[in-house]
């Protein structure tokens, strides 16, 4: 149980282009899903806390404008970059809390979206 | 603000070795505290997680311990093999919450 997809697993695209990245949980419903980024060789960073139908809460830096997300069902939340440029390459990581509770709100994480801006 | 810290920032071992990773953290209103693997390119793998009220959490070869009033976390790992190789993460959330504060990580290699 507890599983959480990303799609696409990677993607390449050209600069100045959009790219969608989904989350969903598989077995479970999420009353949140969060956005992580990760640069080679650091830690995860949080971009952003995505609630069920409301507007999601951006950390401080992050460009909502850029970084478009839509958590429309208790399901999937998606990640849209837009205008993509090549310091927008990164490996951008999705986790999910279960809307049962889960074990002291326990994220579950998904295998991550590897994006390459050209 | 809290910040996390993971000393060693690599570590290799021989195979058979018994080895000890750390976190330490500056503020000690923590929810709870969760160990991660994470694989080369690939996502993070929850290892262990224990609630501020435990001192420790067990799972086979791994034991994981929390020490609130001094900030630190330990991550004992009996009997290492090759497969272990990964890099460990240390992440916690605080009281009120959800969100995870990751530290840089530790990369691990056990030598064959």
């Known amino acids: 149980g507890a599983v959480v997809s990303q799609h696409p697993s990677w993607v390449i695209c050209k600069s100045g282009t959009s790219v969608k990245i989904e989350c969903r949980s598989l077995d479970f419903q999420a009353t949140t899903m969060f956005w992580y980024r990760q640069f080679p060789k650091q830690s995860l960073m949080l971009m952003a806390t995505?609630?069920?139908?409301?507007?999601?809460?951006?950390e401080q830096g992050v460009e909502k404008d850029k970084f478009l997300i839509n958590h429309a069902s208790l399901t999937l939340s998606t990640l849209t970059v837009t205008s993509a440029h090549p310091e927008d390459s990164s490996f951008y990581i999705c986790?999910?809390?279960?809307?049962?509770?889960?074990?002291?709100?326990?994220?579950?994480f998904g295998p991550g979206t590897r994006l390459t801006v050209l | 603000k809290q910040e996390v810290t993971q000393i060693p920032a690599a570590l290799s071992v021989p195979e058979g070795e018994n080895l000890v990773l750390n976190c330490s953290f500056t503020?000690?209103?923590?929810?709870?505290l969760q160990w991660f693997r994470q694989d080369p390119g690939k996502g993070l793998t929850s290892l262990l997680l224990?609630?501020?009220?435990?001192r420790e959490q067990t799972s086979g070869r791994l034991n994981a311990s929390l020490d609130k009033s001094s900030g630190r976390s330990t991550l004992y790992i009996a009997a290492s093999q090759p497969g272990d190789s990964a890099t460990y993460l240390c992440a916690l959330s605080q009281g009120g919450s959800e969100k995870l504060v990751f530290g840089k990580g530790t990369k691990l290699t056990v030598n064959p």
């Open positions: 224990i609630q501020s009220s435990q």
């Open positions: 503020d000690s209103a923590i929810y709870n």
């Open positions: 995505s609630n069920e139908g409301s507007k999601a809460t951006y």
């Open positions: 986790s999910a809390l279960s809307l049962a509770g889960g074990r002291y709100n326990e994220q579950f």
